[in-house]
């Protein structure tokens, strides 16, 4: 049944779907040949039994509240039991079936999802950016202790995970994470506000040897009731980069000599240090 259409949901595609018919109760009265074929539960095993039973509940942890907004695509992802009890992630859309006479009833289309899930999607990101990308990213908690990082950066190229993870930023980098730079990210994580481009010289743990100098912008984290989780910290640039000598000199030469926000809010993160 090849079929497309708009609902409230939004416009379900033209594509091969599922056709299920409930009546009010959420009781179904039809069950297609697609539905069949999609789920291969037959139709006179499903007719005049509900639908909830096929639906796959959420872990324990996994998000099962009432949604507060329409999905953004029109359709909902929706993960179904199959014939033989696996799960099956499909795409749903709903809309009621009001006749001039009798009661109403539901049409619902089902289809096999289409792209990536967006949480897989954004898992797929994460895991690029913290294996494949050559440009600095670390992953800093509230007590500035290192949790994830760019394993394909240069500076950090050949370091294990398990040599630096849970260990404070300033022990694996002591001369890039300087009294400065921690208490900039120490403001961050305080306030929220980012820093951008601040020029920071310094020697990274696969590179002791060789002094690099680095662009750095950083970025508070919160969970979704806003409360800090961490600190994202970019880094750009480097003794290897081709742009290092005319480019990153210059640019340190002026930060150095000239305010930026970013060397104001080093200013005034350190002038907030609590006196010894």
Known sequence: MTTSGKGPGGDA????????LLDADGVIMEWSGEAEALLGHRREEMVGRPLSPLLVRPEPDGEGGVPQAPPVSGGCRVRL???SGLPVDVEWWMWPHISPKGPATWAVFLAATRGADPGDFDRAVLDALLTESPVGLHVLDTELRLVRFNTASPGMRDVRAEDVI??????VAPTVVTDTVEHLLRHVLSTGEPVIDFVQPGYPPADRQGEH??????????????????????????AGSPEYSPYRARKYAAASGAPSCSRSMARKAAS?????
Request: include cysteine; charged fraction near 30%; charge should be positive.
């Open 272 to 276: 907030s240090r609590p006196s010894t």
């Open 213 to 238: 100098l680095f662009s750095l912008s950083a970025f508070r984290l919160r969970n979704r009731a806003g409360e800090p989780l961490g600190v994202a910290c970019h880094k750009d640039g480097g």
């Open 166 to 171: 849970g260990r404070p930023a300033r022990e």
């Open 13 to 20: 595609p033209a594509t091969s779907q599922a056709r299920v």
């Open 81 to 83: 039991r199959d014939r």
